[in-house]
């Protein structure tokens, strides 16, 4: 933490005098995210460096776990345990199940259109006065097939012991809400937990300004929504778009404060393409299209040990003496 609030400090100096001195032989501080997550392989076809995402249908797939055996995701738990067990302090892995919402009625114009026709002009309007996907589209029919796809296949999943999520993230839209419900609701009791943060690439389409608060509460009784979150939609504008960098940026710093705050190990996110790219980038995984209603899981970790001034935990804070171990055991079945 020590070297982190240096280099704070640092950046704003160099703020503070580049107003003073914008001379071209001023040299610019460096910007960065200081959280370093890394991507367990070895464990997901959708790590290895061959996956082809074309025509990949992670449901029939028992969701890409490379091990078949008949005891996989008993083995694939222990190996995440152990890795937590064995972890120092300053490392934890999490398995995150990252999902895209099923089609929407924006889903279903685009295809409609073509991309090129959608981008240019149909995604800045409401309506084409037959299907309407703005504010907020909603699912399809389809949509919601695909949704209840994804619950059946982790249904078949849970007979052969899957970790289930313990947590169940959503983007605040409406198509991400009501995918997350129909996933999970008739097999865990977890109610989702909003995230604003999680919501697709903000500005100009208009499927992608959200409802407001009462709406939303309304639809999805009971979840937890930040206490941040405005009753109107304040970060959408029909003029601006945010680009994938800064969309990754700030996908990055709600996993930073998820690594922070949450202690569960298996967490699910329920999403749009665009944070799903996003959350690529963010962790450093490959990237590939992911179909509506599909979904990827990724196991991340949260390694500081290589840093010669450590993040000083809130344990450490609070003065904790857990033995620390750097060693990082390998998968069983490798
Ligand atoms: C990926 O798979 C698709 C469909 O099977 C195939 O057409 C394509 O050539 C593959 N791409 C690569 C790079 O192997
Ligand atoms: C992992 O699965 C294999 C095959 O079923 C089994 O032989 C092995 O004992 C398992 N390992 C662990 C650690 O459970
Ligand atoms: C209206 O949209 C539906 C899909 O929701 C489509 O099947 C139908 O062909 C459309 N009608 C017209 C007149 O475009
Ligand atoms: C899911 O939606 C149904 C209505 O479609 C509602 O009764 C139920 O409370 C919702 N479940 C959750 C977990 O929000
Ligand atoms: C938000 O709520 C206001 C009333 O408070 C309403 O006029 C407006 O249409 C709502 N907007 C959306 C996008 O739902
Ligand atoms: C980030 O983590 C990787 C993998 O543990 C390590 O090789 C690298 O040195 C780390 N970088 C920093 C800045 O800590």
């Not at 704070?8 to 997550?37: I, M, Q, R």
């Not at 995402?53 to 995440?80: M, P």
């Not at 090129?116 to 996907?133: M, R």
């Not at 409406?174 to 996933?183: D, F, H, K, M, P």
């Amino acid at each position: 933490m020590i070297g982190v609030v240096a280099l704070a400090l640092a950046v704003l100096t160099t703020t503070h005098a580049s107003g003073l001195w914008t001379d071209n032989n001023w040299v610019n501080g460096k910007t960065f995210s200081p959280t370093n997550y890394t991507v367990v392989t070895g464990l997901f076809v959708q790590d290895e460096p061959t996956f082809n995402a074309t025509g990949y249908n992670v449901l029939t797939d028992g969701f890409g776990l490379l091990d078949k055996s008949a005891k996989r995701w008993s083995n694939f738990t222990d190996y995440i345990h152990r890795l937590n067990r064995e972890a120092d302090d300053y490392t934890t892995y999490k398995v995150i199940y990252i999902a895209r919402h099923g089609e929407g009625y924006h889903n279903q114009a685009e295809s409609t259109y073509g991309t090129p026709a959608w981008n240019c002009y149909w995604s800045l309007q409401n309506t084409d006065g037959n299907i309407t996907w703005g504010p907020d589209a909603v699912l399809t029919p389809n949509g919601v097939a695909q949704a209840l796809a994804v619950n059946a296949a982790w249904k078949e999943q849970q007979q052969a012991g899957v970790p289930l999520p313990q947590k169940l993230y959503s983007s605040p839209m409406r198509r991400s809400t009501s995918t997350l419900n129909l996933t999970w609701s008739d097999i865990l009791l977890n109610k989702g937990y909003i995230k604003e943060m999680f919501r697709e690439s903000i500005g100009l389409h208009t499927c992608d300004q959200r409802s407001n608060l009462s709406i939303i509460q309304e639809a999805n009784p009971g979840w937890q929504i930040d206490k941040s979150f405005t009753f109107h939609d304040e970060l959408w504008n029909p003029i601006y778009e945010e680009q994938l960098n800064q969309q990754a940026l700030r996908v990055r710093m709600l996993l930073n404060e998820i690594f922070a705050t949450d202690p569960s190990t298996f967490i699910s996110i329920t999403a749009h393409s665009g944070v799903i790219n996003s959350f690529f980038v963010a962790v450093g995984h490959q990237r590939f299209g992911v179909q509506t209603g599909g979904f990827v899981p990724v196991v991340v970790s949260w390694p500081q040990r290589d840093m010669s001034f450590r993040i000083t935990k809130t344990a450490e804070l609070m003065r904790s003496d857990r033995s620390r171990q750097s060693h990082i055991p390998q998968p069983p079945w490798q």
